[in-house]
């Protein structure tokens, strides 16, 4: 229980800490906020224990680095190559996490991904507005 408070707790400051974020310019900050952000989260919706979360998430950085290096022209042959990943590494999932949890990670992913998209997108929104506003005042 003290766990899922503590990842709980991290995710919400994580996400104020995003916002604050969204003004530093330095990438590596923010790739790192996100990192956390996503471990928080899919800890979480995962139910990982700590047992758990000790075998997955080295699993899920080699997972995460191989998914990252997919380059390519073609779309097409991207998503395949991406598709071809998915499918080695769901029985290292399966092993860790058992067949509804394994399966249960791809959506997570997927759902945590475009909620940072959306709020990125608002944060952006907000911000070029209040700039708007600031040049309005001048």
């Known amino acids: 229980m003290k766990h899922l408070l503590l990842i709980i707790t ?49 699993v899920h950085s080699q997972f995460d680095s191989e998914i990252r290096s997919v380059r390519g022209e073609e779309e097409l042959k991207k998503q395949q190559e991406v598709l071809n990943i998915k499918k080695r590494y769901q029985d290292r999932f399966i092993r860790i996490l058992g067949n509804d949890r394994a399966n249960d990670f791809y959506r997570k992913d997927a759902e945590f991904r475009k909620k940072l998209v959306e709020r990125l997108k608002n944060m952006r929104q907000q911000n070029s507005g209040n700039k708007r506003m600031q040049m309005n005042r001048n």
């Open 10 to 58: 991290f995710f919400l400051s994580g996400l104020s800490a995003l916002q604050a974020q969204e003004r530093d310019n330095d990438p590596a900050k923010k790739e790192q906020k996100i990192q956390a952000l996503y471990i928080a989260y899919m800890s979480r919706e995962l139910k990982l224990t700590e047992v758990e979360a000790q075998k997955f998430w080295p």
